[in-house]
């Protein structure tokens, strides 16, 4: 992780220092305000799904990804961790998202796939 310094001038200016470097200077970014006032609940409610679908899909291969980096079928993945192997399949086809405990497993998975494994086989 970085630490990034930085300051807020008065004249909406933000100054950063990266370590090793000059300050920067950043402008604060613009926004269109007509574009922004154009956009109806209809506009909203569209990106809305989008983003709901996009994170479903990164969600599926996350789970897909986490799966392959521990080299079991999803079968034997499924028997690994004590869920039925449909579960499985739904995550990696983006139909359900893990969560809970489920998804906190996944994630030490992710982290540490050997020692994780090690502890579940004993």
């Known amino acids: 992780m970085v630490k990034i310094e930085a300051r807020l001038e008065a004249s909406g200016t933000v100054r950063l220092k990266r370590p090793g470097t000059a300050l920067a200077s950043l402008k604060p970014p613009r926004t269109n305000w007509k574009r922004f006032d154009a956009t109806t609940e209809a506009d909203i409610a569209r990106h809305a799904a989008w983003d ?23 079968s034997e993945f499924a028997r690994r961790i004590g869920v039925p192997v449909a579960t499985v399949r739904n995550w990696e086809q983006g139909k359900r998202s893990p969560h809970g405990a489920a998804r906190a497993l996944l994630r030490v998975l992710d982290r540490i796939p050997k020692a994780v494994i090690a502890a579940l086989a004993a």
């Open 52 to 74: 709901d679908s996009q994170a479903q899909e990164d969600a599926a291969a996350w789970a897909r990804r986490v799966r392959k980096r521990v080299g079991l079928s999803q």
